[in-house]
């Protein structure tokens, strides 16, 4: 059973244009990984490990580094075999080898060796242009900070470009009730911060922001310069609010669907846990330990209670029926299971987690 013990909130010195968004959603989540030293409470998915692959890997196709197929494989292998190290010392065997526990594993990899063949395409027209990929953007007083994957700076032209490895447009609804397709807002306000650091660090504005894909598909971001310094203003504002609920001792959440389902610090979150005492949408559930029962097939079924409602778990390992039956009375919270047909029936999958609450 994991503990989370107190929690020591520190000062969060610094946002990044790719942590914004996510802050302005929920400042919350940043203080409680800032607090964990952003070590997660709970397993990261295996897609977002292959997402890290397929970044370095795009990052290294733009620097010129990967220069044939041969080099590809050897650096994609490399990249791979890394992650699935550090997934051996956080103990996440489930997620090994990544390339079975990946969603289209080797249909992403084909998408990114086309990147490779673009590769002249990407090439400066103009061959005084100068690539600079991953290079490190910061403000002024240093709160406002990122590496930016790809800054092409050509003589009358400057461009900045984001590498992502999932979608980047989401369907929205116009107001005659058809669907659209738009770049999310997310990424729109990361690529304005960028511009501004740009602008902070050299003087002047880029002239394009660019947003690429993995199937090598770019959308153009259009921008103003008093929007991107607007956007710079809320984000040092927002980070000295929420450092202030620091010193202040009071702290504000903002648990919804949205936000909460890949909040991996929810284990520490009273105002989640909280929110789980009457929601039931989420994979997580909360409650006293009413009863534990040890099948002959090897599996155990843990029944809590929450709010007078009887929720159930099936197929546990038979290893945790002596540490659940010892809790019997006691309250726990159980992470990222698998909603069953019937309502308030779980079961364990393997990422599952379960927390003792504070005593
Ligand atoms: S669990 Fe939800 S409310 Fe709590 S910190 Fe995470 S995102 Fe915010």
């Not at 802050?23 to 998915?45: D, I, Q, T, W």
């Not at 003087?203 to 922001?209: A, C, K, N, V």
């Not at 993995?214 to 809320?234: M, Y």
């Amino acid at each position: 059973m994991n503990q989370v013990g107190k929690i020591e909130f520190r000062k969060i010195n610094r946002i990044s244009p790719s942590q914004f968004y996510s802050m302005k959603n929920c400042a919350y989540k940043s203080l409680l990984a800032e607090a964990f030293g952003k070590r997660p409470l709970l397993p990261v998915s295996p897609n977002a490990y292959f997402g890290t692959v397929l970044h370095k890997m795009l990052e290294l196709i733009s620097k010129g580094a990967v220069r044939n197929e041969d080099d590809f494989n050897r650096m994609f292998d490399e990249q791979v075999k890394t992650v699935e190290e550090n997934l051996q010392k956080q103990e996440c065997y489930f997620f090994i080898p990544l390339q079975k526990n990946v969603k289209d594993f080797g249909m992403k990899k084909i998408l990114l060796k086309r990147h490779l063949r673009a590769l002249s395409e990407h090439q400066p027209k103009n061959s005084s242009a100068k690539y600079n990929s991953e290079k490190w953007f910061e403000s002024k007083d240093k709160l406002i900070a990122g590496k930016i994957d790809l800054v092409i700076e050509a003589a009358d032209e400057v461009e900045i470009i984001d590498f992502k490895t999932g979608a980047i447009t989401q369907e929205l609804l116009d107001d005659a009730g058809e669907t659209f397709s738009e770049v999310k807002e997310e990424y729109k306000e990361q690529l304005k911060l960028y511009a501004y650091l740009y602008f902070e660090e050299t003087g002047s504005f880029p002239t394009s922001l660019s947003l690429v894909d993995l199937a090598k598909q770019k959308f153009a971001v259009s921008f103003s310069q008093a929007e991107c310094k607007s956007i710079f203003d809320e984000a040092k504002r927002l980070l000295q609010t929420t450092n202030e609920s620091i010193s202040k001792g009071v702290f504000a959440a903002n648990p919804t669907k949205a936000n909460c389902k890949y909040c991996l610090y929810r284990p520490a979150c009273g105002f989640f846990l909280k929110q789980l005492e009457t929601d039931y949408s989420f994979n997580d559930v909360t409650g006293s330990v009413i009863d534990v029962v040890n099948y002959k097939s090897g599996t155990v079924s843990v029944f809590l209670e929450n709010c007078n409602r009887r929720i159930t778990i099936t197929s546990f390992p038979s290893e945790v029926y002596d540490e659940l039956n010892g809790r019997r009375g006691e309250q726990i919270s159980i992470y990222n299971l698998r909603k069953e047909a019937t309502e308030f029936v779980y079961s364990f999958t393997k990422t599952t987690k379960m927390f003792e609450h504070a005593g």
